[in-house]
Structures are given as structure tokens and as C-alpha cells.
């Protein structure tokens, strides 16, 4: 796979205009053989066509900071692009695409018959009796419906950014021990009433999957079990060598925020979810779980089993992924300042796209995906 590195190129600021445009137009200067070698020969898209279409995304300043971006059809890299002083060795942080490897453990814990999707989540402090939280299931938290009062960022006339519940859980009072911060919230709303995006849901679940493997409370216990679970369950099958998941000082693995992975290995597992839990014909993760991971939630249709889907939300909440310009069946693990690895199924196709946008001003960029993706023909 060749790659290049290419520097900001202020000439142009190209806009598609739906799938047709090139960088053939009058008046844009052809690039030349070397400025193309990081899209394969074999690309079924022309080169230039495919470039026309990536090409915003690091050159566009609508569409802020991208610093790595691939493109994997069939399988096979056929586009791999890094901004300066990043490249295929460089690990990114997840942020809430981590969210997404939570579903894919929690999984494997219930095919094993260790957890149960509707049975009340195992957590201490819920199980006294007449404590509400005792009927939230694993289900609900995997839909981001706990009912528990959680708040992912700053709201107008409410909490302050510093004052959210991912802040003071991850950086502040909550750091040192980030389950019991999470766990210890009062209820808002009824268990499967209400969605409620929440990194601290994601913790509660991490905590779960530590439970569940181990008895002691010791940190460096629960850490290194969770480790080995989540490499040799997870990382070691997909070839992920190069994916460091990150814990806190109590041995929680931080699954709502903070994985260091390169683009191929975040590349490599969203593969493993196109093929539905299964890598080079050995099936892994059961496929009926996968399902559960896309199949829309009660209370959001754009949101599964710890996945974003490709379908509108409701009216009120901001639209995620492109349920206008993609098939349906489009899903994605999705992190802040525009994470994001986008997969679909009916077109074979995986994309990875790494940087530093403003969460505000995610929507051309995200845009521009749906419009790479467009180009590839549905159900080859």
C-alpha cells in the first residue's frame, strides 16, 4: 500500500457536488502521479475522482483537522491518507468510538452465559432492597437508557462544562476510582424511559465486564484481567497489535473514552463488525449479538447497541451520520472531535477518519464522508 504525506495544498477548496465531481474541472490543477499514490492502483474508484472527494477533508478549512483517513474495501486498504507528522504507526486516541468496543466485550460475556441482556446489571450498590436502580438491565445501559442522572457536557442554564458528569468522572473528583463515581448516581428517569448519551454509562459497563472476571478489588488485578480478556478475546484474534485500551487508578478500563489504536487497527475491528463477529471464517462474536449491536433502540433509532446507525433521530437531537446520502444499514463508532469509523455492509466498505474537529462544526465533515462513501456501489 503506498502512501504519501501531504501538506496543506492552499490552490483549492474543492466542493463536491453530489457523487460526480472531480478534480478534472477547469481550472484545477492535476495532481501528479506521487500526490495520488496514497489511493492503490486497483481502486475501483479513478484516482482522481477519489482524491477529489478526500482531498477536503485535510484541505478544506470548513472542515477543520483531519490527520488520518482509510478507506478498506472488500477487505483491502485502497486509500490511506496522513496530514504531517502522523502515519500508519501512530496511535490515536478513541474518545466515544471506545463506546463501541464496550457492546463488542459485553458480548462475548453473554455468549459465554456470564451476563444476561435482560437480567438487573450486576452492581453492588444497586442491589439494596427498594433501590430503583436495581432494575436497570444490561440492556438499558447498552441502549443509553439507564434512567440514571447522567450529563455528557455543559448544558445552557444547568450544569457547567466542568460540572458534566464526563469531566468530573474522567479528570477530576471521579478519576481515582471512575465506576464508583458513575454507579453512585440517583435516578432521573424510569429504567428504559428516557435516552441519555453518557461516557459514564459506557464506565458502568466496563466495571461490569471486570465483575464478572474477577472477585478482587485489588487494582492491579482488575486491570491486568481486563486486559488479558480484552486482548485475547478481542485484539489478538482481530491483529490488532498495535490497540492499547487505558484504565484508571482503580483498574476500570476507561471503555467510554480512551483507547490508543492506529488507523489500521481501528480499520481492522471495524471490519470485524462488517463480517458480523467473524475474522478469516472463524466467527468469534455471535451474529446474533451483532445484530442486537445494530438494531435501532427504543428511544433513539440512530442509536443500537452501543453503535451510531445511519437512520434520522428525533426531532431536537443532532443528526449523526447521513440517513439521506448512505443505505440504512450504515453504522458507526463514532468519538468526539470527529473519531469516527464508518462501515457498510451492503457496499463492502470500512472508512476511518481521525483528527481534531469541534464537535460544533462536525457536520461538513461527516457530510463529506457520506459523500466518499457514495461513490461506491451498493450491494457489489
Known amino acids: 500500500m503506498h502512501k504519501t504525506k501531504l501538506a496543506l495544498i492552499s490552490a483549492f477548496a474543492l466542493v463536491l457536488s453530489g457523487c460526480e465531481a472531480t478534480n478534472e474541472s477547469e481550472g484545477t490543477p492535476q495532481k501528479t502521479a506521487e500526490e495520488l499514490a496514497y489511493i492503490a492502483d486497483d481502486s475501483p474508484i479513478a484516482k482522481a475522482r477519489l482524491d477529489a472527494a478526500i482531498?477536503?477533508?485535510f484541505e478544506d478549512p470548513a472542515?477543520?483537522?483531519t490527520r488520518a483517513f482509510l478507506v478498506m474495501y472488500r477487505g483491502e486498504i485502497i486509500a490511506e491518507?496522513?496530514?504531517e507528522g502522523y502515519d500508519e504507526d501512530t496511535r490515536f486516541i478513541s474518545w466515544s468510538m471506545a463506546k463501541s468496543?464496550?457492546?463488542?466485550?459485553?458480548?462475548?460475556?453473554?455468549?459465554?452465559?456470564?451476563?444476561?441482556?435482560?437480567d438487573p446489571a450486576p452492581v453492588p450498590a444497586w442491589q439494596r432492597p427498594g433501590d430503583p436502580r436495581g432494575g436497570i438491565?444490561?440492556?438499558?445501559?447498552?441502549?443509553?437508557?439507564?434512567?440514571?442522572?447522567h450529563s455528557e457536557v455543559g448544558e445552557p442554564d444547568g450544569k457547567t462544562l466542568f460540572e458534566a458528569d464526563t469531566n468530573r468522572m474522567l479528570f477530576l473528583d471521579g478519576a481515582q476510582d471512575t465506576a464508583a463515581y458513575a454507579e453512585a448516581r440517583p435516578m432521573e428517569a424510569n429504567p428504559g424511559e428516557k435516552f441519555e448519551y453518557s461516557t459514564a454509562t459506557s464506565i458502568i459497563l466496563s466495571d461490569i465486564?471486570?465483575?464478572?472476571?474477577?472477585?478482587?478489588?485489588?487494582?492491579?488485578?482488575?486491570?491486568?484481567?481486563?486486559s488479558r480478556f480484552i486482548r485475547g478475546r478481542l485484539l489478538e484474534p482481530l491483529g490488532m497489535d498495535a490497540t492499547y485500551p487505558e484504565f484508571d487508578p482503580n483498574g476500570t478500563f476507561l471503555?467510554?473514552?480512551?483507547?490508543?489504536a492506529t488507523a489500521r487497527d481501528y480499520g481492522k475491528f471495524g471490519?470485524?463488525?462488517?463480517?458480523?463477529?467473524a475474522r478469516k471464517g472463524a466467527q468469534h462474536l455471535p451474529v446474533s449479538w451483532v445484530r442486537f449491536m445494530k438494531t435501532s433502540s427504543d428511544n433513539d433509532p440512530a442509536y443500537g447497541g452501543h453503535l451510531w446507525l445511519n437512520k434520522k433521530r428525533p426531532e431536537g437531537r443532532n443528526q449523526v451520520l447521513f440517513p439521506d446520502n448512505g443505505p440504512e444499514t450504515i453504522f458507526a463508532a463514532l468519538g468526539h472531535l470527529g473519531q469516527q469509523i464508518v462501515v457498510s455492509p451492503e457496499q463492502k466498505l470500512t472508512v476511518v477518519r481521525l483528527g481534531k474537529t469541534q464537535d460544533d462544526v462536525l457536520a461538513p465533515m461527516s457530510a463529506q464522508i457520506g459523500r466518499i462513501m457514495a461513490l461506491f456501489p451498493i450491494g457489489s
Open 209 to 226: 465486564i471486570t465483575r464478572t472476571l474477577t472477585n478482587n478489588s485489588d487494582p492491579e488485578v482488575r486491570r491486568d484481567v481486563t
Open 101 to 118: 468496543f464496550i457492546g463488542a466485550l459485553i458480548g462475548f460475556l453473554v455468549a459465554d452465559g456470564r451476563l444476561v441482556l435482560d
Open 255 to 260: 471503555g467510554g473514552s480512551i483507547i490508543q
Open 81 to 83: 491518507r496522513y496530514s
Open 55 to 57: 482531498a477536503p477533508l
Open 137 to 149: 438491565t444490561l440492556r438499558h445501559l447498552l441502549h443509553m437508557s439507564s434512567g440514571l442522572d
Open 63 to 65: 472542515m477543520s483537522e
Open 271 to 277: 471490519e470485524f463488525l462488517r463480517h458480523n463477529g
